[in-house]
T-cell receptor, first 112, second 118 residues
Framework: DAKTTQPPSMDCAEGRAANLPCNHS???????VYWYRQIHSQGPQYIIH?????ETNEMASLIITEDRKSSTLILPHATLRDTAVYYC?????????????WGLGTSLAVNP | DARVTQTPRHKVTEMGQEVTMRCQPI?????VFWYRQTMMQGLELLAY????????DSGMPKDRFSAEMPDATLATLKIQPSEPRDSAVYFC????????????????FGPGTRLTVL
């Protein structure tokens, strides 16, 4: 299972873009990269996922390097409500059995 | 607004007592996950069900933990006997997987059960 590595904490000014990096150098060809976030005292919430192409949705953009060894989650205009722990996860894709391998995530603080 | 519900939200019990946590997945979802979260270990997958069948419970201590899905609307996680080291927040999540080739794996999490074993 691919291990992901994230910085333990980051700060961002409100209204600016938040760029959260993730290293997954051991990721295999069929493992997807998923991003979730967890706001204090709540369950994690899905943000976005991708395999090798960049992805964008209403919440964020996901940039995956060509060699797939790292990715960056971009929150284009961070708000105070984006303060949360952000998890970068590799999905082990093996037929019926699929596990999200959770790390400790990045604690993002959005400051006014 | 479809949500995963969990009961109880908080549970305080004494060591040795039985604890049962319940989860109602989102109607129509065919996968259910049980996670445990602590400050030290982060989120750990305990068990994973698909179409009510257990697919993976390798993360669960078998001697004291058990997970079941009596029907499609109810998943249970039981600890017997409970120990102080079981103190954690237990999350249930559900999702919809259409086929083995389906790479979409969004999991919808419930609010969690905060368990304290004294």
């Amino acid at each position: 299972d691919a291990k992901t590595t994230q910085p333990p904490s980051m700060d961002c000014a409100e209204g600016r873009a938040a760029n959260l990096p993730c290293n997954h150098s051991t990721i295999s060809g069929n493992e997807y990269v998923y991003w979730y976030r967890q706001i204090h005292s709540q369950g994690p919430q899905y943000i976005i996922h991708g395999l090798k192409n960049n992805e964008t949705n209403e919440m964020a953009s996901l940039i995956i390097t060509e060699d797939r060894k790292s990715s960056t989650l971009i929150l284009p205009h961070a708000t105070l409500r984006d303060t949360a722990v952000y998890y970068c996860i590799a999905l082990r894709y093996a037929g019926n059995n699929r596990k999200l391998i959770w790390g400790l995530g990045t604690s993002l603080a959005v400051n006014p | 607004d479809a949500r995963v519900t969990q009961t109880p939200r908080h549970k305080v019990t004494e060591m040795g007592q039985e604890v049962t946590m319940r989860c109602q997945p989102i109607l129509g979802h065919n996968t259910v996950f049980w996670y445990r979260q602590t400050m030290m270990q982060g989120l750990e997958l305990l068990a994973y069900f698909r179409n009510r069948a257990p697919l993976d419970d390798s993360g669960m201590p078998k001697d004291r933990f058990s997970a079941e899905m009596p029907d499609a609307t109810l998943a249970t996680l039981k600890i017997q006997p409970s120990e102080p080291r079981d103190s954690a927040v237990y999350f249930c999540a559900s999702g919809l997987v259409l086929s083995n080739q389906d790479n979409y794996n969004e999991q919808f999490f419930g609010p969690g059960t905060r368990l304290t074993v004294l």
